[in-house]
């Protein structure tokens, strides 16, 4: 286990700590969710085909990323993806993404990767655009868009 920085998939047993901040985390994106939910949601992502893990930096939690297979054949999506607020800035979402990336296309055997942004997601919405993403209509402005949006990217 590296001190500093670790992917750990996650696990129904995650602690109270844990819970709570991702649950913060979601709910700063517009995504609410009660901390009791996340008790189970390792486990419903598991038992979809998909998986869930945390990010922690120097032993505390700072974020977590998850994939599900897509909806449609060959496609993953990126779910479940977030940075605590205090961390922020340090590139931690980029690393994340970049590692739902790889993991979507060589371990899970996928051709696309789908990420659902809403507006409260613009910073993470530039980066995925950063990454190789993109919109269903050319017109997308990832700095000024109103409405949730698809984007995907081929792997």
Same mark, same amino acid.
């Given at each position: 286990?590296?001190?500093?920085?670790?992917?750990?998939?996650?696990?129904?047993?995650?602690?109270?700590?844990?819970?709570?901040?991702?649950?913060?985390?979601?709910?700063?994106?517009?995504?609410?969710?009660?901390?009791?939910? +996340?008790?189970?949601?390792?486990?419903?992502?598991?038992?979809?085909?998909?998986?869930?893990?945390?990010?922690?930096?120097?032993?505390?939690?700072?974020?977590?990323?998850? +994939? +599900?297979?897509?909806?449609?054949?060959?496609?993953?999506?990126?779910?479940?993806?977030?940075?605590?607020?205090?961390?922020?800035?340090?590139?931690?979402?980029?690393?994340?993404?970049?590692?739902?990336?790889?993991?979507?296309?060589?371990?899970?055997?996928?051709?696309?990767?789908?990420?659902?942004?809403?507006?409260?997601?613009?910073?993470?919405?530039?980066?995925?655009?950063?990454?190789?993403?993109?919109?269903?209509?050319?017109?997308?402005?990832?700095?000024?868009?109103?409405?949730?949006?698809?984007?995907?990217?081929?792997?």
């Amino acid at each position: 286990m590296n001190t500093l920085l670790d992917l750990i998939p996650a696990r129904d047993d995650a602690t109270e700590e844990a819970r709570a901040l991702l649950a913060a985390i979601f709910d700063e994106v517009g995504m609410p969710v009660d901390a009791r939910r +996340l008790l189970s949601l390792p486990g419903d992502l598991r038992a979809k085909g998909g998986e869930w893990w945390i990010l922690s930096l120097r032993s505390v939690v700072a974020g977590a990323v998850g +994939l +599900l297979p897509g909806p449609s054949e060959g496609e993953a999506a990126l779910c479940w993806w977030g940075v605590v607020r205090a961390r922020r800035g340090m590139g931690l979402g980029k690393w994340m993404a970049e590692f739902a990336i790889r993991h979507a296309r060589l371990d899970m055997g996928r051709q696309r990767l789908r990420a659902d942004v809403t507006p409260a997601m613009r910073r993470a919405a530039c980066l995925l655009i950063d990454l190789g993403f993109r919109a269903p209509e050319d017109s997308f402005d990832p700095e000024t868009f109103d409405k949730p949006t698809p984007l995907t990217m081929a792997l």
